[in-house]
């Protein structure tokens, strides 16, 4: 059992988690878009090592996982939409008139981001793998895009990027089968769709941010496919 200081470890990594998110979200408001994914890769770094720390501690609290889910919609949630919010003034600038309210949109990704951290805390199925795509997944997609393909969405149609967020959010709350990263042993036949992910994982990282983007794209389009394969082998066995 955790003593009286270990205790309140875990939680406070989680509070960093959420001071982190604040910041990023901050530095989104003030268009300072890569501070605002680097605070946000620090969120996932004390996302992992607060439920790390409540395990190895057997540290576990009664709002220990309320307040993960807190600081996970601010940190994973919140500020991706401020990212993309600020972005999308930044896309419409000379607009005006009722476009001034298009960025207003971003801000579904923290509505839907809320809905998935409810979704998986009643969620029983979800242990070694996940039914919709997990939010720190979504916030490092579009944090990672906006600081590495910041000048590529300019030029490309505004519609595309407010379906791409629509899009998100539903990938968030659906019953697509997402795989996890956790591995139970080594071998190639229970994990071969874990390495095959990582091998491209590890070229796609040469690209820098850009390639963290890209990841999330690789890890989406993997999960659906594999989503799709299933199914069908599914009716041929019917």
Not at 106 to 128: E, G, H, M, T, Y
Not at 178 to 184: D, H, I, R, V, W
Not at 208 to 217: M, P, S, T, V
Not at 223 to 237: A, D, G
Request: glycine share 4%; hydrophobic share 60%; net charge negative.
């Amino acid at each position: 059992m955790a003593n009286k200081v270990t205790k309140h470890i875990p939680n406070t990594i989680t509070c960093m988690n959420l001071f982190s998110g604040c910041v990023a979200s901050v530095m989104a408001f003030w268009h300072l878009y890569d501070f605002a994914l680097l605070c946000i890769v620090l969120s996932a770094v004390f996302d992992f090592f607060d439920g790390l720390a409540a395990r190895a501690l057997d540290a576990h609290s009664i709002i220990g996982k309320d307040i993960d889910s807190l600081a996970d919609d601010i940190s994973f949630g919140f500020a991706p939409s401020a990212i993309m919010f600020a972005f999308l003034s930044d896309y419409i600038i000379e607009e005006g008139d009722w476009m001034d309210y298009v960025p207003f949109i971003a801000f579904l990704i923290a509505v839907f981001s809320a809905l998935r951290l409810a979704k998986f805390n009643n969620d029983s199925r979800q242990v070694s793998s996940f039914f919709g795509l997990p939010v720190p997944a979504n916030a490092l997609f579009w944090s990672a895009s906006v600081v590495g393909f910041y000048n590529w969405m300019l030029s490309i149609p505004l519609w595309t990027i407010l379906v791409a967020i629509l899009v998100s959010c539903w990938l968030l709350v659906s019953e697509v089968p997402m795989f996890s990263l956790k591995f139970k042993n080594l071998t190639w036949a229970e994990n071969k769709v874990r390495f095959v992910f990582l091998a491209v994982c590890v070229a796609l990282l040469f690209l820098g941010i850009r390639g963290i983007a890209l990841i999330i794209l690789w890890y989406i389009a993997l999960s659906v496919i594999l989503w799709i394969y299933n199914i069908n082998n599914s009716k041929k066995e019917c």
